[in-house]
């Protein structure tokens, strides 16, 4: 690397000066602070040691020690971040030795050579999707070194390539590549020393507390105290806004400045490639993690997490028609703009990490050549890495209550499992991605299907192109621009002005914007509607053609009635769902009461609803034995959940267990419905296609 390969931006520079002058304006305020609080001491010492010479009696004796310590107290309160060291629990981390891993050892030690930085004091292994160099932080590190830890994740290694990995790394190291760049470390460490301060007091407030208790008299000085306290949090809370905003700006451009460092060790497109698939990785451990945690009550779980998570992240990229290399999914920049088509970009000043939006912007205008270690996924530098995944795996369970000695699951059961999962099915690709989270038309009357018309668009593949997926994009899109925007204009968040379609806006402008993208969304609802429209009208005309118009009437038929039970109990379940959150927190009697009659109000429609799917023929195929028992137990009689001021376990339990199984028949059998109707009308669309060639 170039010597000037990582200098420091301009931007950089500015926020660093920032920084550093709001850290100048805390230390101005707190050595104020100090001086007062030692004068405090000084004064309090003397008049309590006068109260007891010249008024000698337990009662001078008592207030005279009182007021001696609340000044100790108080200046106790503005040092004791001294004395504080940060925790870190290391339990749940594998330490890996270089002798035992050489191959990760040699590329680390190819990175740290090239940043021109220390080689860490530790490596460890972790469970997650992310790689951090981190260190033990207390008040004294700001004047001595620290030797750095580096941490990696195996959910990290199995889904990146050796030089994507590279260049991760080289982002890691990069925030400590040179001398500049410690003044981030510097103003790290003066936050947490204020956020010691101002939120941290729980030990404190435990010796303020027993010192209260002592006597009435203590109490009473221990009453000033705190008073005193509080008023100096007040002020320092202010302060501590101001060098919190200018931090987390720092930060931001710290991230610019690492991911600098990256392109000129790796290359641009390795970080950016990274970037675009970290996403999709976390996604899939995610799922992986959420499958095991249901599990839990059935004692069953697996020895290694990670083939299951390399199974979903290629299931999903087939599923979105991403193209495998080294058997890694290839996600296009392309692709993460359509998806993230925003127009609203907000200059959160509470955010510390950019977009990844703009990294990868940023990392294209620095446009360096692509610098690659050898072919493979990162997971192949480690020697044993089965073993060690293991080892991840065993460790994330340790914490983990089994009711009854857990066996064992590989991914032969969890592939199985997943595949057959509705929400985990892909639809046929003739839709491009435009049905993904979108229902086909189903607003149609029976008469619909009596003398099709010719369609008013005859070619399929126009309905469904790419601008059409991207104007449901764009949609979907505005929708979530105007939830944050309520959110901005209804002071939810700590900003004051964005920008949208490149105009800047303040809060007080936010209702104007909020009517625009309303009447935007209702425009764009009134185009995507008619295509839906047009959508049906092609199949509709297309089975006639065929023959079909009666097995495609029935599907959907079939699909217009699950659809539209679907939305009512949705529905209902959400409002039992929020009506029962208040059992899993301490609640008063006569709330309980109040909630308890609310839940039994609900229930009445949730029972109706189970008492229709068991009832209706289009659900049986998703009624097992064991959602019918569940459900029959449940509807035998009218349980009572509470009384006495105690709660009836297994009643709510039962109550419970009968929401989950109604929740997990509705969706299964929604999104089986939209699939069969789905490939019904792709099988006439390939009909119709083949008949065309013929």
Known sequence: MQPNALAVSDKFRKMAIRSILSILLFLATYLFLIITAVAIVGLCAWDGYALMTFYPSFVTLMLGAGLISMSLMILFFLIKFIFSTEKKDNSHLVELKAEEQPELFRLIQVVVNEVNTDFPHKVYLSSEVNASVSYVSNFWSMFFPVRKNLQIGMGLLNAVSKTEFKAILAHEFGHFSQRSMRVGSYVYNANMVMYNMLYDSKGYKATLKQWSEASSYFNFFSSIAIWMVTAIQGLLKKIYEIVNINYLALSREMEFHADAAAARVAGSQPMINALLRIELAEQSLGVVFSYYNGKIAEAKKTDNFYPQQYFVMKQRAAAEHFILEDGLPQISADHY??????????????????????????????????????????????????????????????????????????????????????????????????????????????????????????????????????????????????????????????????????????????????????????????????????????????????????????????????????????????????????????????????????????????????????????????????????????????????????????????????????????????????????EFQAALSENQSMVASA
């Open 337 to 678: 703009r359509k998806l993230n088509s925003t127009k609203l970009v907000l200059k959160d000043q509470w955010s510390s990490h950019p977009s990844n939006y703009d990294r990868i912007n940023a990392l294209n205008i620095l446009n360096q050549p692509e610098r690659p270690e050898a072919a493979g996924i990162a997971i192949d530098l480690l020697s044993n890495k089965e073993e060690l995944q293991k080892a991840i795996t065993f460790k994330t369970f340790l914490s983990v209550l089994f009711p009854e000695k857990a066996t064992i699951e590989g991914l032969e059961i969890f592939s199985s499992e997943y595949t057959n999962q509705p929400q985990n099915v892909s639809f046929p690709r003739l839709y491009n991605g435009y049905f993904n989270k979108r229902e086909p038309y189903h607003a149609f009357a029976v008469d619909s299907f009596k003398l099709p018309e010719q369609p008013e668009v005859k070619d399929i593949s126009l309905l469904l192109d790419d601008q059409s997926v991207g104007t449901l994009h764009t949609l979907n899109t505005m929708i979530l621009d105007l939830a944050t925007v309520e959110r901005i204009a209804s002071g939810k968040t700590a900003m004051q002005t964005f920008d949208y379609d490149g105009r800047k806006y303040t809060t007080e402008e936010c209702p104007t914007l909020i009517q625009s993208l309303r009447y935007e969304i209702s425009t764009f609802e009134e185009v995507l509607d008619k295509r839906d429209q047009d959508i049906f009208s092609y199949f509709l005309h297309t089975a006639s053609e065929q023959g079909k118009l009666t097995p495609f009437k029935k599907e959907c038929l079939d699909y217009q009635t699950i659809c539209k039970a679907f939305k009512v109990q949705q529905q209902i379940y959400l409002e039992l769902s929020n009506a029962t959150r208040f059992l899993k927190i301490t609640t008063p009697f006569t709330e309980i009461m109040r909630n308890m009659q609310r839940v039994k109000t609900l229930e009445q429609e949730f029972i109706r609803q189970l008492e229709f799917i068991l009832n209706n023929s289009l659900y049986e195929s998703e009624l097992t034995d064991t959602f019918k028992g569940h459900l029959n137990e449940y509807l035998a009689k009218d349980w009572k959940y509470y009384d006495n001021e105690s709660y009836f376990d297994l009643e709510l339990k039962m109550l419970i267990q009968a929401m989950t199984s109604f929740y997990t028949i509705i969706i299964n059998k929604y999104l089986r419905q939209k699939k069969t109707l789905l």
